[in-house]
């Protein structure tokens, strides 16, 4: 077999990246039937079906291998090429650096991190929102180079670092407490108050409701997929639910929530995994990561 | 043909509300293959595959209006029982409400807006966020019952009124307009100065860009989909941006962050979009997020 073309391979990171043919067309600056032509091409010369034409555009089982040797291949070429011109990386135009984190750590300490990169690397950094029992997947998928994930088993190619674990605690406005707990935090309480949860994904309150009960319950259920919002929920009286500790300090010292359950807490160990690269972007978002996580987690 | 089935259509409803086929039998205490047997039942019957069997499962064309009709109805047979009963709504179990909302909207005015809604109603939130230009697709989906949208033209079988202007300002850390603003808004510079961009979605820089310059620009663009981690990207000088005026007050007052341009700004004007239904609860929500628009918005 001839090798791979590499413009048909940075086409397909473009496609999947942008989610779309126009997408891609827009950011490689041609026009969306060259896109089209290229990613043909390119499923002809492997024989297999690379991209599923969904919204977003995804790559199937085929093309997850492609796709992660293509976001690794404009990453090594970017370096060789800055280092062989002997100068800063940047002078190759920004890289582009995907990267998946748990909607806590985005709200919370990551972005400190991502500015510790020092600047004379030029990134692009792309960040995507998921949960930290989900983040793996988009690692597997080769959509990303690296993720704030729950999960302690590294993808396979991948490099993982333990970051140490954020910390949750339960909290409620006090009209909610004197409505639902008067007594405290009884069973038949916990099992028909409002509780908040992020999204579908989102268990770490079933988590809480385990620990202190020993049971299954099934309260009713708000879903408020935003950190901001989550806590301005609680606050208005709405529900109850888990916030990181350094987000809940604040409403805790000015009365506007009360800690349900004072004793307890609920911790999510947090790793970084990232492809194994020789890439001196990689190296240096990893000792960013590791060195804000140090500060911010336990 | 023979009425269709509201168990069968309250199991695709709850299908696409929770992604997939065990998160239906979990919320509607039935085994999985109870719920595959049901959909298959209401497809044979309509004649039609009803649900794309994706990650997260999707209505398919022919599903969407089975799934409005499913939602509408579970609505509406909750509020005749309670009525029936001579009982406020909550005695029949809370009611799902589920809504789209844009990310800046939902991270500053929606929550005090869902907290106007009586408490008596017992309503579930069921809350997802979108750009203001794609929750219409939602709502035309049936996936949701109302949208804060910045789509004017109403969606097929929906109600369209005004909520004002969200007002954006563009931010940027003092060292960064030092570094490629000295001089001013220069097209030169805009076509070189990193970014910040929420998702794939989001127009509002672009749009600003074409404002100041009259071009289409193509600067390096940094993707931060989290409201909190925007603003903290651009206090850490990683790029400029657009922010809600009234997220953007703080930080221009303690001065982390400069106007770039303080003549200028972009108002984008919401619409808040629900099917037209009789129904007490969505009078109710309606009514609280035009209240709360009033105040917010402009």
Redesign the interface.
Known sequence: MEGLDTTQLRTLAAVVG??SFE?AARVLHVTPSAVSQRIRALEEVVGQVLVRR?R?CQATDAGQPLLRLAVQLTLLEREAVAEARGVVDGAA??TRVPVVVN?DS???W???A??RVPADL?V??????DDQDHTAELLRDGAVLAAVTAQREPVQGCRVRPLGAMRYRALAAPALVARWFPDGLAVEALARA?VLVFD?KDRVQHRFLRAVTGRELDP??????????FS??IR???AWGLVPERLAEPDLADGSCLDLDPGRHVDVPLYWQHWRLESRLLDALTDAVRAEAAVALR
């Not at 692009?124 to 929102?129: I, P």
């Not at 009713?220 to 919002?229: D, G, K, L, N, R």
């Open positions: 942008e989610g997408g969904s977003p135009g920004p909607a985005l709200a919370t990551f972005v400190p991502l500015a030029a692009c950094f792309d960040v995507r929102q409002p579908r009713p259920v708000h879903h408020v997929p935003s950190v901001p919002a301005e929920a208005c009286g709405l």
